[in-house]
Each structure stands twice: as structure tokens, then as C-alpha cells.
């Protein structure tokens, strides 16, 4: 089974700090981690190369630091890696993003694409799947449990609001994952060895044979106009007292809330 | 700019037949042959072995031309069970305005349901339906759901397209945004037309809610945007509002993917996390998985929905479904009541733009206080069964 998994470098909000005048996140000095939902993408793309065999390539569409993300995926165990990074891609949105990753997915040849359900940055959830349409293959979103897999079909249970679905795809089907699916293993002595050595092939847009009018800033059809600060909440109330106090003055609130 | 065969390449192999959502292609002597049906949707390229199927373009047309032949606001009226989702009728609310601002027809794309739920959407402000009654739609299905919203809008050219952002919204929408080549906006949470240049302004929450940004796409059509669910008010409803249904008909909707069995899964007191008006959450302070009766016995009194923290999720007291935060789900209710959750940013960035929020907490420090409307610092083990005595009485039962 050839197995890619998408994954993305996102500041570590752990480490984020909010300004508490602005409110906004102090991003400076911030280490990048793996994207959360990534790490159950590669832990799932693990236990799939451990059912049926085959080999795990870890993709990221990113800044040259990027590489320090696919090293640490190679740490938990997958087999190779790529980088797809070029100036030309700067400024993508999901549209010209997904492009480029299917282009990359296209050359390197794949029978599951396993994505996390969204970025912690972004949170758009986009990406995953429209992959899967400029790759013409089929996709199954918000995956939280792998039922069955065999050499010609994957059989999984999809997270909806009211419960779930029982999917059945054949191959090639891209995925996106939710935490629920499993737990990332953690790197091992051996892992980290191999991460140290490993040699992470770097593609830039002329290696996939990227079209230039569908990346970067070109290639997206939307734009960001401008970013500002959600207004900080100013209307604190603490109601102090005894308990029967606190609850009562609660109560208060909430019937002028015309909650009660 | 068409679709064209090269003959030299093509083997005859009829990839591209079955991948034509138009019925655009046939054979001819031996030949793929693209016919009048065509609907530039370029599908066929991709699935050509022999790289045979090109597009070709005959010279740029001006971002005018292409923009100005799309019309009209469209929004997508998803159904569960064959009930419209009440989300629909808040993209209905929101997408009236901007038709009116545009001076322009408002239209939903129905599909599945009944003919009596396409009447219902015209009463809350539809001005045309695009209903396809299939059975093939009573259970979501990525597939055929982008496969026949890209015929329909390739074929009308709406020049605005909204969907809740929903699981089902935010799972099929990108594949047609990607299909028909233009912008995706997720999760929006406040739409408007820029006066001077007639786009849409897409505001949507990015990193948790920490940062907000105005998205536009002005050389695409349509402009499309998922619209979180809540935050739209519902439009007027009229029940002497006429309007017409256009029954659309679906032949080859094929599928890979195959929805082998839908599961119901209720736990105790069910309400939607992202469509509660109020959310009764419990975390690490709790304790104890017992601690959740007391969450649920709130959440039912008031009728709202239980959640909770990631500590309590991975301490196993509740299932992930009621997780609310950077892993979990993004919530906005009018009111969200923490309790016993200190607030690490993962957890305030999937709630904080809640109406009210109200944190109890022993620790006078924690962070979950810095965005809360009204704390309480004490025992949640106090409080709360006080809290349930009060509304009891308030509410005489």
C-alpha cells in the first residue's frame, strides 16, 4: 500500500502567549509543531503500512523550516519524506494549496492520502478535500475509527453530528482524520536516529510540474483584505459572596437575559 | 475556451465517458468525441490515461466578461432525514439581504426531501428552488452531492454561494470549489456586499477566534463560503410567499464511496454541541465522571447541550463528540457555562466567541475567567446543585 500523509507546521499555541492589550497571539519566537490532527494522520497512515504493508511518505507544502515537521514525523516512523517549498507558493490559499499537494501526490503515486480534519492556524478543513477532487479520487472527512482494510477496499466509521456513517471506498481515497481516530505514538530511540540522518527530498514548484498561474498568490481566487482584532470582552462580572449569594445574583443575570 | 480531443492520443478507452458528469462525451468510431452538453467542468482531463483531452483558450477573456454573466445569490438547503436543517434557513435570512443588495433573485438547491420542505423554503424567503428528488440523497454522500451542485452551477452561474458550515457542508463544498475553480471561504460568520466593487466581504474567525479576516475573491464566480451555523438570523417567514420549484432531474450520479449504514448515537441528554443556544460544559475540575450528571441535569433544565474540555475527554468521562476546543469542535451559544475548566487557550479558542460566558472555578487565576462574562469562584460541587434549585424553582417545576 502506498500511503501519503499531508501534514502541516503550525506555531505551537501551547507556547502562545495572548497580548492582553490587543488581544491578539504573540506569534515571535514561537517553536512549529506538527499540526495536532497531523500527528493522528501519520499515526493512522502507520497502522495502515502495519496491516497491509507497503510504505509511509510524509508531504509538507511550507517554508524550508518545515523540514524540522517531516523530520519529526520520520522520528514517529514513516519511511521517507517530501518538502514542497518554492517562493512561487507564498500567499496560497486552499485552492492553490491543494493544487500543488495533488501535484506532488500525483508524482509521487499513492493508493491513501491521509490528511488531518483542519490546520489549528487556518481551521478551514478545506484542503483535504479538494485534494481529493483535483486528484479525481474519492474522500471520507472527520474518519474516527478504520473498521477494515484489505487490498481493494477501506472500511471506516465517519464522526457526523447525530452519530455516524459506515463508509466504503475503494482504492485510491484520500481521508481526513479527528483526534478521536487514535493516539500518535511517540517517537523512538530508533525513530529519532533515523529522523537525525534521514535525507528530506525537497521539491519546488517546477518538480511537480506545478502550472505558475495555479499557485501562490496568482493561483488563489481569494484574498485575504484585511485582519483585524475581534473586540476583547470588557464586561466582566464577578459575583462574590457566599455560594447562595453568588448563585442568586447568577439567577438575577441570567433573568435579565431572558433566560429563565 | 474549449474542450479539445487529440484523436492521435486518444486509445478509445472510455475513461473519460464514465467520468463526465455531463454526458458530454460519446464515442465516435473509436474516438472520444465531446459534444454540445460540454460544461467545461474539465473533469475529463484529469482522468485521461493519455493526457489526449486539453483545454484550449481562444485569448483571455477580461475579469468584466466573466464575472458579470453570473447572477443571482444561491444557498445550499441541507437536509437530514428529509428535514430542511435550520441552518438553511439562516443562510435564507443572510442571503436575502445581500440579494436585496444586489437587487438580484435568492435560490436554494434542495436535495432529497419532500416537495412540501421546497415550499417551506420558499416561505422563508426563497425565490426559486432547485429541488432534485432522488433517493440517492437521503443519506449524505460527497459524491453525488458535489457532482450535481457543479452541473447546476456551471449550468446557472450564481454569482454568490453559501452552505452551512456543517459536517456535510464543510465535507463536500471544497470539492466543488475546487471543480469549478474558485474561492472557498470557511466558516464565515458575517457576510456583506462592498458597496463599491459589489463583492462579497467574507468575514470568518481564524486561529481559534483570536484574529478575524475580511476573505474576498474578486476574479472568481461564484463566491462561494461555508456560514458557521447560529450566528445568521433566520429570514421572515411568509407563508403567502410564492415562488417556483424547478424540479431537477439527476441521472449518472455514480459513486466510489459507498454509505454502507448511518448510526444514530445519543449519550443521555442529546443536543447538537454547534446548534445549542446554551452549553453546559464540564472539565478536569469535575473530579469524577459523576461530575457530568450534575452538567447534564443543568444542560436538560435548560435545555441546552453538554460539553467539555479535552482533560475531560482523555480522562475518558465523556465521549470526544462533546469536546469543545482547538481538537474538538468550535461552539458559539448565547450562553456557555464552564465549570471546573481552568481555560488553556486550546479551550478558549473553541468558545470564546460565545455570548456569555459563565466560569465557575475554585482557582480565582485561571485563565477561563479572562473571557468570561460572569465568574463565580467557588465549588462547582456548591454551586451547581444550588444553581439546579434556583432554576427549578424559577421555573416552578
Known amino acids: 500500500m502506498r500511503i501519503i500523509v499531508c501534514i502541516k507546521q503550525v506555531p505551537d499555541t501551547a507556547e502562545v502567549r495572548i497580548n492582553p492589550e490587543t488581544g491578539t497571539l504573540i506569534r515571535e519566537g514561537v517553536p512549529g509543531i506538527i499540526n495536532p490532527l497531523d500527528l493522528h494522520a501519520i499515526e493512522a497512515g502507520l497502522y495502515i503500512k502495519e496491516k497491509t504493508g507497503g510504505k509511509v511518505t510524509v508531504i509538507s507544502m511550507g517554508p524550508p523550516q518545515a523540514e524540522s515537521a517531516l523530520r519529526d514525523a520520520i522520528a514517529m516512523g514513516a519511511d521517507e519524506a517530501v518538502l514542497i517549498s518554492d517562493k512561487a507558493f507564498a500567499g496560497s490559499d486552499t485552492w492553490a494549496t491543494a493544487y500543488a499537494l495533488s501535484m506532488a501526490i500525483k508524482k509521487i503515486g499513492a493508493d491513501i492520502i491521509i490528511c488531518g480534519k483542519q490546520a489549528i492556524d487556518g481551521d478551514t478543513a478545506q484542503v483535504g478535500p479538494e485534494t481529493a477532487e483535483f486528484l479525481n479520487i474519492p474522500h471520507i472527512s472527520y474518519v474516527r475509527k478504520i473498521e477494515h482494510i484489505d487490498k481493494d477496499t477501506i472500511r471506516v466509521q465517519r464522526l457526523m453530528d447525530e452519530g455516524y456513517d459506515v463508509i466504503e471506498s475503494p482504492f485510491p481515497v484520500l481521508f481526513t482524520v479527528i483526534k478521536e481516530l487514535n493516539e500518535p505514538r511517540l517517537p523512538s530511540l530508533k525513530g529519532k536516529m533515523a529522523a537525525k540522518k534521514a535525507v528530506i527530498q525537497k521539491w519546488n514548484a517546477a518538480d511537480i510540474g506545478a502550472s505558475e498561474d495555479n499557485i501562490g498568490i496568482k493561483g488563489s481566487p481569494t484574498r485575504v483584505k484585511n485582519v483585524f482584532t475581534p473586540q476583547a470582552r470588557t464586561d466582566r462580572k464577578m459575583l462574590e459572596g457566599t455560594p447562595e449569594q453568588q448563585v442568586e445574583a447568577l439567577i438575577q443575570e441570567l433573568r435579565g437575559l431572558k433566560c429563565l | ?397
Open chain 2, 1 to 397: 475556451m474549449s474542450v479539445k480531443v487529440n484523436i492521435e492520443k486518444c486509445n478509445g478507452c472510455e475513461e473519460c465517458i464514465k467520468s463526465c458528469p455531463f454526458d458530454a462525451i460519446e464515442l465516435k468510431e473509436g474516438k472520444a468525441f465531446i459534444n454540445e452538453y460540454c460544461q467545461m467542468c474539465m473533469t475529463c482531463l484529469s482522468v485521461c490515461p493519455e493526457g489526449a483531452i486539453y483545454e484550449e483558450t481562444e485569448g483571455k477573456q477580461t475579469k468584466n466578461q466573466q464575472t458579470s454573466e453570473y447572477k443571482g445569490v444561491w444557498i445550499f438547503a441541507e437536509q437530514r432525514d428529509g428535514k430542511v436543517a435550520q441552518v438553511a434557513y439562516e443562510l435564507l435570512g443572510i442571503g436575502r439581504t445581500l440579494a436585496n443588495d444586489l437587487n438580484t433573485e435568492l435560490s436554494a438547491v434542495l436535495l432529497g426531501a419532500s416537495e412540501n420542505e421546497a415550499q417551506e423554503l420558499i416561505k422563508w424567503g426563497a425565490d426559486k428552488i432547485y429541488h432534485v428528488k432522488s433517493d440517492i440523497f437521503n443519506t449524505f454522500n460527497d459524491e453525488p452531492y458535489s457532482k450535481i451542485l457543479i452541473r447546476l452551477i456551471l449550468m446557472h452561474k450564481p454569482e454568490i454561494f453559501l452552505s452551512g458550515a456543517t459536517p456535510i457542508g464543510r465535507s463536500f463544498i471544497p470539492r466543488v470549489a475546487a471543480r469549478i475553480k474558485t474561492g472557498l471561504t470557511a466558516d464565515c460568520t458575517s457576510l456583506k456586499i462592498d458597496k463599491e466593487t459589489g463583492n462579497l466581504l467574507q468575514i470568518r474567525p481564524a486561529f481559534g477566534g483570536n484574529i478575524m479576516a475580511t476573505i474576498i475573491c474578486p476574479d472568481k464566480r461564484p463566491q462561494m463560503a461555508t456560514v458557521r451555523p447560529r450566528v445568521m438570523k433566520p429570514g421572515n417567514y411568509d407563508s403567502n410567499r410564492k415562488g417556483e420549484i424547478i424540479n431537477v432531474p439527476c441521472d449518472n450520479l455514480s459513486s466510489r464511496t459507498k454509505v454502507i449504514e448511518t448510526v444514530k448515537e445519543s449519550s443521555g441528554c442529546f443536543v447538537n454541541l454547534q446548534e445549542a443556544d446554551i452549553i453546559v460544559s464540564g472539565g478536569r475540575g469535575l473530579g469524577d465522571p459523576k461530575g457530568f450528571k450534575l452538567i447534564q441535569e443543568l444542560a436538560e433544565l435548560l435545555g441546552g447541550a453538554v460539553g467539555s474540555s479535552r482533560a475531560a475527554v482523555d480522562e475518558g468521562w465523556i465521549p470526544y463528540r462533546h469536546q469543545v476546543g482547538q481538537t474538538g469542535k468550535t461552539v458559539c451559544p448565547k450562553i456557555y457555562i464552564a465549570c471546573g475548566i481552568s481555560g488553556a487557550v486550546q479551550h478558549l479558542v473553541g468558545m470564546q466567541s460565545s455570548d456569555i460566558i459563565i466560569a465557575i472555578n475554585k482557582n480565582p487565576d485561571a485563565p477561563i475567567f479572562n473571557v468570561a462574562s460572569y465568574g463565580i469562584v467557588g465549588d462547582l460541587y456548591e454551586i451547581l446543585p444550588l444553581l439546579i434549585k434556583k432554576i427549578k424553582e424559577e421555573k416552578g417545576i
